[in-house]
């Protein structure tokens, strides 16, 4: 395939490919020229099981053969049943489901309204605060851009949305400041994924949870990057020991095929109500079974078990690496299958330089080396991308005239 077919038929809102692939197997991807990669970006944390897992093709194509789609005007056994499954993991709470991440952060948006509303006693019109962190990246939707402070994301379609705020990444007086009688709630990554794997600290975290419940709040969590087992976890913000009023999940929940969700807690489940919200395709019964099988190898497998050991000594040795090479490498960040190195030279350099010597990870944050292993990469292929990285590093030359 001659990649400059691309500008001929295709809009230019990504840059041209590098390159075309074709099949991919497990952590293994392969392009149409037969060339071999090592899949460490796995799709943007989207083929959490690598690629083509046996038990995910087998469950998606059952399903195709059974019921493809059927409208949410009629009930879904299995949409019901994943919903029980993940409210298993979240807690006591209802789950809607949709297609994306960024129409998973839309929903969040519009229960914040809806919650913003009630509070003031029903009146509409008045604009219902949002606070978010700079630096997040909720979406390029409009209004999941608009909770999205970067330049890059928003340039060129003012104005915005109007009720959005953002706080100083990681400071909770930040936070704090910004939270007045119209803030209906607080919207975040606990990792921010494309603003380079930066971590809101535990301490942050349960902080904005007290802020939250002193104020009448609600803390919603974008988990669809950073959730999924990617940490070690099921939820990444786990660890600080929280429960938020809402979650939004999407990228590995379907293993590759497009499925999103909103978590909300029991509490606030009743504010949607029938025709304030609604999606054609979300929760279908193939979208589901993805989804469930998902699950099911996750468990079976224990990938959050496998990921939280191998992740730490991935980290530990991804340091090392690093640390021969201070003039290149600023910080090495991120937990479980979820890591990036921080770069003191252009990061899309090194990700190409990766790239020609077998490794796909992806850029993040302007400077950031974004690293996401399908959830089942094992210690052979860790020890093989780490020497790739550790060949790159100590051969590197800039691509690019200073």
């Given at each position: 395939m001659d990649i400059t077919e691309y500008s001929h038929c295709l809009i230019s809102n990504y840059a041209t490919p590098p390159v075309a692939f074709d099949r991919g197997e497990g952590a293994r991807i392969w392009d149409v020229e037969g060339n071999e990669y090592l899949d460490f970006s796995s799709g943007i944390a989207v083929t959490c099981l690598g690629h083509s897992h046996p038990k995910w093709v087998s469950a998606v194509q059952k399903q195709a053969a059974k019921l493809v789609h059927c409208t949410n005007l009629f009930a879904i056994p299995e949409q019901a049943r994943l919903a029980e499954r993940l409210t298993r993991k979240a807690g006591a709470g209802r789950m809607l489901f949709c297609n994306s991440g960024a129409e998973a952060n839309?929903?969040?948006?519009?229960?914040?309204?809806?919650?913003?509303?009630?509070?003031?006693?029903?009146?509409?019109?008045?604009?219902?605060?949002?606070?978010?962190?700079e630096g997040d990246f909720h979406g390029r939707t409009y209004g999941a851009m608009s909770a999205t402070s970067g330049s890059k994301i928003r340039s060129g379609f003012a104005p915005l949305a109007p009720g959005f705020a953002f706080a100083k990444f990681n400071e909770l007086a930040s936070f704090e400041g910004l939270l007045d009688e119209d803030t209906a709630a607080v919207l975040i990554e606990p990792i921010q994924g494309e603003g380079g794997v930066r971590e809101t600290t535990d301490d942050v975290l349960r902080g904005i949870r007290q802020l939250c419940d002193e104020r009448g709040i609600l803390l919603m969590l974008d988990e669809v990057q950073c959730g999924m087992a990617r940490t070690g976890r099921f939820f990444s913000y786990e660890s600080a020991g929280i429960t938020p009023d809402a979650i939004a999940l999407a990228k590995g929940l379907g293993g590759g095929f497009p499925i999103g969700a909103i978590w909300v807690r029991e509490s606030h489940a009743d504010l949607f109500k029938p025709g304030s919200h609604g999606t054609t395709f979300g929760g279908s019964p193939l979208a589901c079974a993805a989804a469930h099988a998902v699950l099911d190898v996750i468990e079976e497998e224990k990938l959050m078990e496998k990921v939280a050991v191998r992740g730490a000594s991935f980290k530990i040795e991804l340091e090392t690496v690093a640390a021969k090479r201070p003039d290149l490498v600023k910080e090495v960040r991120g937990r479980g299958y979820l890591l990036a190195m921080s770069m003191k030279v252009p990061c899309g350099e090194i990700v190409t330089a990766l790239r020609m010597r077998g490794l796909i990870a992806v850029p993040a944050g302007g400077?950031?080396?974004?690293?996401?292993?399908?959830?089942?990469?094992?210690?052979?292929?860790?020890?093989?991308?780490?020497?790739?990285?550790?060949?790159?590093?100590?051969?590197?030359?800039?691509?690019?005239?200073?």
């Open positions: 839309e929903a969040l948006i519009k229960l914040a309204r809806l919650y913003g509303c009630n509070k003031a006693g029903g009146k509409e019109g008045k604009i219902i605060k949002i606070v978010s962190a400077d950031s080396v974004r690293i996401l292993p399908p959830l089942n990469a094992n210690e052979g292929e860790i020890a093989e991308a780490l020497e790739i990285i550790d060949k790159t590093l100590s051969t590197f030359t800039a691509l690019t005239k200073p």
